[in-house]
């Protein structure tokens, strides 16, 4: 054969597309197995489907797919569930009622619902109002402090309990009104039975069966203290400490009329 004719057939055959051997596993490498990409368009579609609802919906409102398990470890509950409040309208009735006209627009909405979710609902899964309450009772805690301080009849109490030895211990206006702020007078406002009746009188509902062992009044006065907190982060301490005054101290007979 002439060797112009055998480079000729040589560029034919090199434009021809040859057999793959089967031994070697060329498909494998270039093309994923059919079980495999139904797997990932699924995920895909499902991270799709998960992005447009977290779109439509803020993150506090609901708790996200992917941190539910597929099984509950708890089949039931004995005695029954709690109903939650989901109305935003009851939520805002309950604030107008506890702080007042327009009390439903002193905060935001987000932190609105976060204020009174306590930690047992939803394993915690959307926001809790542990920081809130804890903001709120050292507020709550201060202006007792200084309302037992201001009572007018401190002086009096403080002259009927004579020293039986004829001392005369040091007096000074100032200081008049301090043997009031003994522990179990002040813990008595802040305690949380206390403040779970001020809760219950502003709307707030009660779990009908058994509410001292459903800890029901503890998550109420949390949720008091909360909105307490909420209030000073968002607008301010003025405004925290006038709704501590007239909306908890005052229910109690612990407000001072000249202030």
Known sequence: ????????????????????????????????????????ATMAA????????????PRWSHTPPSMKAPVRSRLGSRGGRHEVNKDPRKL?????????????????????WLAVTHKSFDHGRRGFNDRLAFLGKRIVELQ????????????????NNQDPHGRQPFEHPAIEAVECLSEPSRTWVTYHKQIS?????????????????SGADMVHAQAI????????LEK?????????RARILAP????NPGR
Not at 92 to 112: A, F, H, I, N
Not at 197 to 213: I, L, M, R, T
Not at 225 to 232: E, K, Y
Not at 236 to 244: I, K
């Open 144 to 159: 007792t402090s200084l309302s037992m301080l201001s009572l007018a009849d401190a002086a009096s109490s403080a002259a």
């Open 236 to 244: 301010g301490s003025a405004v925290a400490n006038e709704a501590a």
């Open 225 to 232: 203290f909360a909105i307490i907190g909420a209030l000073a």
């Open 92 to 112: 805002d009735e309950m604030y107008v009622r506890l702080l007042g006209p327009d009390g439903d627009k002193l905060l935001s909405e987000e932190t609105k």
């Open 46 to 57: 499902r991270q799709s489907e998960m992005e447009v609802e977290s779109r439509e919906r």
């Open 1 to 40: 054969m002439p060797r112009a004719s055998r480079l000729l057939l040589d560029v034919f055959q090199a434009g021809q597309l040859r057999p793959i051997c089967p031994c070697v596993g060329i498909e494998s490498v270039h093309r994923k197995p059919a079980y495999t990409r139904g797997y990932v």
């Open 197 to 213: 009746k001020v809760a219950e009188d502003y709307g707030v509902p009660a779990v009908p069966e058994s509410p001292a062992a």
């Open 252 to 255: 109690l007979g612990l407000l």
